[in-house]
């Protein structure tokens, strides 16, 4: 059985309960055990970093820790979990003398953190760890007819040096190649590994909703059903705030936006409500009524 | 081996943007830059495109390669095309800025904003009587931004400045950084001052893009969030970005995880009520939808606010990794 440390990170835990349930269904349906860290802290997503970047590395190496005592691979839901945890993992790895003088404060609990820790969202565990063809034989629902674009989230894609491009060179396509195993089909369009705007949110408002309203409006355009994400901060930016985006951009938006496992969840036939489909902002209710309907094409 | 271009095209003598496909037979050495001088030269002389050095060291041939502004001398074919050498390279000219004829581009937006951030050093006082002397590590840092070729790679994938045109971007304010990161200069407190207003540092949505596009790991974004570090230690905390840190410090310090509700009024200030009644519909739209955090409701800091188990421990490394940071580096006289 495959078995993670995981780290749900804020949102799921906050605005969006939604991907925090339909990780733990979703897990369960797949035969993935997952041993909760619940005293790990925020990563920090970057703005922590930008005042306080030392305790910013102490926090994410406690993180690392804890799924090391657990003797366990780290697994998170979030492209910004993600990619400030691959960040602070190569700065102390390149700094054992930095790392050391970090390994004396977390001794004070009895922790200790030894670099080269495997920590992979859910997006690369599908693809890397649990194997699409295994995947696409517990699809009992396919997705067939549904049109999906990707959007990735900028952390979990750069910068690519530090995120393993090396070893993994497709980690850009995984999200396609997901949608395909599952049997939607994909939605190619620019926005895709562009910025969603959220981190601007509470500095520009109006930058960061055009960025929003820009990318579901080309996606729309391009006849997409839904985006999916790996990023919860992306899944604020582009559902939550998608009435707002609508409003700066004057674009006519009404795109469902929906997170990863909760596209696998569909796929492997969990009901949409386990999966709190029914709390999304932008209703999800069109999608799934295609869904059910009987495929045309 | 054959290579495939797709190249597009646009200029004053014709209207709107078209693309012209090209095949040539070439060795498995040549670069992106060699492959359309041959098309130019042999095949099409009608392609505009600039170049100089061939060796990445002008800046000259940037351009959008498959989608990612690069260096087309830096960019080898071999590495652009697959296997059985069927794709077709698309080459188009660099994004936000004009062009002015295929893949030449208007790099006037570009100057424009490095000549914003006053891009030379500025001493003050009596010069030294023999020379300044700056730390190693400081030099060494600042190398990493002395590395710009001004080639404009960051400026034409910056995802902001598609949004905004106001926006300093990338290029111009790791130049920023250069100079108020060099203890020479003596103007750091005004340069942070005028960096830190609308359009500036606090501007950047960190999504990485100039630091993947960089050929020469200038890695602007990390220099501005150098920037923005040099701010708020400087005291330049007035505006939303640098409260923006500010409760997601104390957030973090208090309860171990994020406390949603209370980062927007926290960043714009409590009492910017016009600003916080953009955000109503919003926020009632997710209370509707059952995404408002209830237990967030109380402010970090305050009693009752919500906290993570074991944060006795939190709060200890908290404390403790203040003794991580280094002290910032300071001219001295010989």
Redesign the interface.
């Known amino acids: 059985m495959m078995k993670y440390a995981f780290w749900p990170g804020?949102?799921s835990?906050?605005?969006?309960?939604e991907l925090y349930m339909a990780t733990n269904r979703v897990a369960r349906e797949m035969g993935i055990e997952l041993v909760e860290l619940?005293?790990a802290?925020?990563t920090?997503?970057?703005?922590?970093?930008?005042?306080?970047?030392?305790?910013g590395?102490?926090?994410n190496a406690?993180t690392f820790a804890m799924a090391q005592q657990l003797g366990l691979p780290l697994m998170n839901i979030c492209s910004t979990c993600q990619?400030i945890e691959s960040m602070v993992q190569d700065k102390l790895t390149k700094n054992p003398e930095?790392c050391a003088?970090?390994n004396a404060?977390?001794a004070?609990?009895g922790l200790h953190y030894t670099p080269g820790l495997e920590i992979k969202n859910f997006l690369w565990i599908l693809v890397e760890d649990f194997g699409l063809d295994r995947l696409k034989k517990l699809v009992t629902r396919p997705l067939r007819g549904l049109r999906i674009g990707p959007f990735y989230g900028?952390?979990i894609?750069?910068?690519?040096a530090i995120l393993g491009k090396d070893e993994h060179p497709d980690r850009d396509k995984y999200l396609e190649m997901v949608i395909e195993t599952v049997g939607a089909s994909v939605v190619d369009f620019?926005g895709s590994k562009?910025?969603c705007?959220f981190?601007?949110?509470?500095?520009?408002?109006?930058?960061?909703l055009?960025?929003a309203g820009?990318h579901i409006h080309e996606a729309q355009d391009l006849g997409a059903d839904a985006l999916v994400s790996p990023c919860p901060l992306c899944h604020l930016n582009l559902d939550?705030?998608q009435?707002?985006a609508k409003q700066v951009t004057q674009y006519d938006i009404d795109l469902p936006i929906i997170h990863l496992p909760q596209m696998i969840g569909l796929a492997l036939g969990v009901e949409p409500t386990e999966m709190?489909m029914d709390?999304?902002?932008v209703s999800t209710r069109k999608l799934l009524a295609k869904l059910a309907a009987p495929a045309t094409a | 081996m054959k290579v495939k271009l797709k190249v597009q095209r646009s200029g004053p003598e014709s209207e709107g943007v078209r693309y012209s496909n090209y095949e040539i037979e070439a060795a498995d050495s040549i670069t992106l830059l060699d492959a359309l001088i041959e098309v130019r030269e042999y095949v099409d002389g009608t392609l505009g495109l600039r170049c100089s050095c061939r060796s990445a060291i002008c800046g000259s041939c940037s351009m959008r390669v498959d989608g990612q502004a690069r260096l087309a001398c830096r960019a080898k074919v071999l590495a652009l095309t697959n296997e059985d050498e069927t794709h077709e390279i698309v080459v188009e000219p660099m994004g936000n800025m004009p062009v002015i004829k295929d893949l030449i581009i208007d790099q006037e937006l570009f100057w424009q904003k490095v000549r914003q951030v006053d891009p030379y050093l500025q001493p003050v006082g009596d010069e030294p009587a023999a020379e300044y002397r700056v730390p190693n590590e400081t030099m060494i840092d600042l190398t990493h931004t002395m590395n710009c070729i001004m080639c404009g790679a960051c400026v034409s994938d910056c995802t902001v400045l598609e949004v905004d045109k106001n926006f300093i971007a990338p290029a111009a304010l790791a130049k920023a950084y250069r100079f108020a990161g060099d203890p020479r200069d003596g103007h750091q407190h005004e340069r942070l001052e005028k960096l830190s207003e609308y359009s500036g540092i606090w501007d950047c949505t960190r999504c990485n893009m100039c630091v993947e596009v960089c050929p020469k790991g200038v890695a602007p974004m990390n220099r501005i969030l150098q920037l923005r570090e040099m701010a708020i230690e400087a005291g330049i905390t007035n505006n939303a970005g640098a409260r923006h840190t500010d409760i997601f410090t104390k957030s973090i310090s208090d309860g171990g995880r994020l406390n949603e509700v209370w980062m927007l009024p926290g960043s714009v200030g409590i009492f910017n009520v016009p600003r916080l009644m953009k955000e109503m519909p919003g926020a009632l739209k997710m209370m509707r939808a059952g995404k408002l955090p209830i237990a967030q409701t109380i402010p970090p800091g305050f009693p009752g606010s919500h906290k993570m188990r074991g944060m006795d421990r939190v709060r200890n490394v908290v404390r403790k990794s203040a003794s991580l940071k280094a002290p910032r580096a300071e001219v001295t006289e010989s």
């Open positions: 804020c949102v835990k906050g605005a969006a309960p619940d005293q802290t925020c920090g997503a970057g703005v922590l970093q930008e005042q306080n970047p030392e305790m590395d102490a926090l406690r990619g930095y003088k970090i404060i977390l004070d609990e900028c952390y894609l750069r910068p690519s620019e562009k910025c705007g981190p601007l949110l509470t500095i520009n408002r109006e930058n960061s055009k960025q820009n939550a705030q009435p707002a709190r709390h999304h902002v």
